[in-house]
């Protein structure tokens, strides 16, 4: 690779059999131009052969390394004498520096030597050493223990009291009943008279209990307050300066258009908050350069490189679009001025493919769903399967959508027809005793024939509408599998879903730690094809209605 100080590399394939693109890259779903094709190439052999830096991007292979792989970025530009190449760059920091030959700089070092940011931090350091050192104070965690447990007894005996008082009442209860019927009208109003008293006794007892236990967790407050006003304050003190740093950090992260139009995160994330490592993308990165160095963006790709994350699912060389939650709102600013190409997920896809109707009676519907057509309407596209049943029956007070396919994949979906009927198979759904199979194409061979998958899964918050995979805030997710061919280096496979999570299917072959074997056409978490060989082949359940079992199976080839 050869490297020049200002960062622009020369292509050291031919290039003259490639055309130039029509317009820039959508950021967030691409197919990569054959020239980032080989600016990514001559960039990986770069990585792979030179000795100025060293990395651990870990072994792809190894699942029990605590290494990581890191996302790379190139931009394929144009310089003002006409002549082609490319800008570098990685995501975060490499190699714990965000400097190395060949690679553009960050929009803002934080890293540099007596910045306002790293005072800060030393600053925010003190503090921090200060709530560590109160915290340590003889007598601090004795006095936050003692207060702990004072108020869990209290709540113990305050329960168990009232559960006793509870249980006399009744007693009490059944005592006047029986003195009506079994006694003189002198003798009932002793009886009467006597209870009256225990149960005021009772009332006393409890509020006598409480009062005590208030009290004694108000003096545990007032001793524990000794130490925690000072920690309190000193916590302010930190959160107040964190702030204050952060906003100003915010402030020196000025990205550029093609325009010359300059904002700031604050500027950009007006709204909201910026989420940790806005800016620190390879993507922005990347644009800014070309746009300082009156460098004129082609076309661009990121890919991954090294061992696979924990949670989001990265395959080592493979290309991914830009995030949505971090570099969106970014990318929105910097691509003005720039001709882009049109967004392809807000074209409908669905338009022209029809629904198969493969039963129906007075109060269930079955359809066999095409895929990449939206089950419900979306934000932007509205033709969808609930949408268009919806049309059909635009009489009645049904069809109500019962269960949803994502838009990518085809197969059996049951709507009811009307209200009884849809309680009823809600109820079976959310009882999981639907039975439901899938079957799908993997690429590459699994060396078991069946098995369980459980990972936790929720939203990728920096990323919608992906999934990761987080055993402490997932939501449980579970997948039985099972093969059913080989061939031409793919696997087909049953999948049989106990759970029904988004994109579950999905992340479970695709993760590492699921089957490592991405669904072939899977454009979100393996590589993007003519469609997502992922099909709901069969359901069986009881008719809402009259309790006898249906079974829909539809036979799909990929």
């Not at 207060?147 to 249980?167: A, F, N, P």
């Not at 350069?289 to 060389?317: D, T």
Request: charged residues 30%; proline residues 5%.
């Amino acid at each position: 690779m050869s490297i020049k100080t200002d960062k622009f590399t020369s292509f050291k394939a031919d290039i003259t059999g490639l055309s130039m693109p029509d317009k820039f890259t959508f950021p967030f779903y691409y197919d990569p131009h054959p020239l980032s094709l080989l600016a990514a190439e001559e960039l990986q052999k770069h990585i792979e052969s030179q000795t100025d830096w060293e990395h651990d991007f870990g072994d792809p292979k190894d699942k029990n390394s605590y290494s990581i792989g890191k996302m790379f970025g190139v931009l394929v530009v144009q310089r003002l004498n006409g002549e082609l190449g490319y800008v570098s760059a990685f995501s975060g920091k490499l190699a714990e520096a965000n400097h190395h030959a060949g690679f553009v700089p960050p929009v803002f070092d934080m890293l540099e030597d007596g910045n306002f940011f790293l005072e800060g931090m030393k600053d925010l350091n003190v503090i921090q050493a200060e709530v560590k050192a109160l915290e340590s104070i003889d007598g601090y965690e004795e006095t936050v223990e003692k207060r702990k447990i004072d108020y869990q007894e209290g709540q113990t005996k305050i329960k168990t009291l009232k559960e006793h008082i509870k249980k006399d009442k009744a007693a009490r209860k059944i005592q006047r009943q029986e003195a009506k019927t079994s006694m003189n009208q002198e003798s009932y109003d002793e009886v009467i008279d006597r209870l009256a008293s225990e149960s005021q006794q009772s009332r006393i007892h409890l509020k006598n209990t409480v009062k005590y236990w208030n009290e004694r967790n108000e003096l545990n407050d007032q001793n524990l307050s000794k130490y925690t006003d000072k920690i309190k304050d000193a916590k302010d003190r930190r959160a107040a300066h964190s702030a204050s740093l952060q906003q100003k950090l915010f402030d020196n992260y000025k990205f550029l258009n093609a325009d010359s139009e300059i904002k700031t995160l604050n500027d950009i994330f007006f709204k909201t908050p910026p989420t940790a490592g806005a800016g620190e993308c390879a993507a922005p990165k990347l644009l800014q350069y070309a746009f300082l160095h009156n460098l004129k963006p082609v076309c661009m790709a990121e890919f991954w490189w090294g061992k696979s994350p924990k949670s989001a699912i990265r395959k080592h060389g493979q290309f991914y679009p830009a995030c949505r939650g971090k570099c969106e709102p970014i990318l929105g600013h910097m691509l003005k001025g720039l001709d882009v190409e049109d967004n392809p997920l807000i074209v409908n896809l669905g338009l022209n493919k029809k629904i198969e109707i493969i039963y129906e009676d007075d109060y269930i519907l079955a359809i066999n769903k095409p895929p990449d057509l939206l089950s419900v309407p979306g934000v932007v596209i509205k033709d969808s399967v609930s949408d268009r049943i919806e049309k059909m029956y635009k009489d009645q007070p049904g069809p109500f959508i019962v269960h949803r396919l994502d838009m990518s994949t085809s197969g059996v979906m049951i709507f009811s027809k009307t209200r009884a009927a849809n309680r009823g198979l809600q109820k079976q759904f959310l009882g999981r005793t639907i039975k439901k199979r899938y079957v799908a194409q993997l690429e590459g061979y699994l060396t078991k024939d069946s098995g369980t998958i459980e990972l936790p899964l929720r939203l990728d918050l920096d990323d919608r509408p992906k999934q990761v995979v987080d055993y402490d805030q997932g939501k449980p997710a579970t997948t039985h599998y099972e093969v059913i061919d080989k061939k031409n280096n793919t696997t087909k496979v049953y999948f049989y879903p106990i759970t029904g999570r988004t994109h579950q299917l999905r992340v479970h072959a695709a993760h590492q730690d699921g089957l490592g074997h991405p669904i072939v056409g899977d454009d979100l978490y393996g590589a993007k094809g003519k469609r997502l060989h992922l099909h709901a082949e069969r359901i069986e359940f009881l008719h809402p209605i009259n309790k006898e079992r249906m079974e829909f199976v539809v036979k799909e080839e990929f």
